[in-house]
């Protein structure tokens, strides 16, 4: 039998039967660049970043920014006054994106050819190559227009500067674009799949719903139909009570090691107020 090569330049969802799952293949993203070489651990030369103040036109034009004044007292390695007139916070839509950013239908999945593989095995019912468009956005949350490697060398007000930022993209991707999901993640170093060392974060927002978090939607409604409760509520007075777990505490938020953590260090930040 002749083997077929498969060329995708675009990002397209493909289904495991086995774990029942759907997972983004995303081949373009190969192409993005890279602060890291392989072999003896350094950086590149980072004269170039293009996350750096100075270097805008490296990037897609931003979808949004943020700025705040840097008073006298300010540490100079978290901010430069010549910089905050332009941003203090940026969010530019992923140059390498893993999402589809064209609007597709959200509810039916796009029609694709049968790979060979599928053709030859048309006698079963169940077609192992489910394959469909994936649509919504990507973007890129840069955190300080100054080459810093870590959002723990932020001050607090350019570290809150960047939460509203996630807040706000996040509301723009669920409500006024209708997304199902939408998630902010960080990768931190090369093995963690991070590509370049400027303190940044990423948003995805797709038009379907992940299998686990649908699960975890059908958690919540089954305890609150059981005990009338609303299960985080719950969930912080219990380690509240127990005190064993809590890694901070604040009037409006607590944070804890979850009694059934899935890895190490995991930590899991709930609101104390409904």
């Not at 049968?114 to 469909?132: C, G, H, T």
Request: one cysteine or more.
């Amino acid at each position: 039998m002749a083997q077929q090569r498969e060329d995708s330049t675009s990002s397209e969802m493909r289904h495991d039967w086995l774990a029942d799952r759907w997972v983004i293949m995303a081949p373009q993203r190969s192409a993005r660049p890279n602060d890291y070489v392989i072999g003896p651990a350094r950086e590149l030369d980072n004269a170039n970043c293009p996350f750096c103040v100075g270097h805008e036109d490296c990037t897609p034009t931003a979808v949004a920014t943020y700025k705040h004044v840097c008073h006298q007292g300010s540490n100079p390695a978290n901010r430069q006054a010549s910089c905050l007139d332009l941003w203090s916070v940026r969010v530019v839509p992923n140059k390498f994106p893993a999402v589809n950013s064209n609007r597709k239908s959200l509810v039916e999945p796009a029609s694709f050819p049968v790979p060979m593989e599928a053709a030859e095995s048309s006698a079963s019912a169940i077609n192992l190559f489910q394959r469909r468009d994936l649509t919504g956005g990507h973007e890129v949350i840069i955190e300080s227009p100054q080459h810093l490697h870590s959002i723990s060398q932020l001050n607090q007000e350019s570290a809150r500067l960047v939460f509203t930022a996630y807040r706000d993209r996040l509301r723009h991707w669920l409500d006024d674009r209708g997304s199902a999901y939408g998630v902010v993640f960080k990768n931190v170093g090369l093995d963690a799949g991070a590509s370049l060392v400027h303190t940044h974060s990423q948003l995805i927002a797709t038009d379907i719903l992940p299998a686990d978090v649908a699960r975890a939607t059908e958690r919540m409604e089954l305890f609150e139909n059981k005990e009338s409760a609303c299960l985080f509520c719950r969930m912080a007075q219990d380690e509240l009570d127990h005190m064993v777990r809590i890694v901070e505490q604040t009037p409006d938020f607590i944070a804890f090691c979850p009694f059934a953590s899935r890895f190490p260090s995991m930590v899991t930040i709930l609101p104390t107020n409904h």
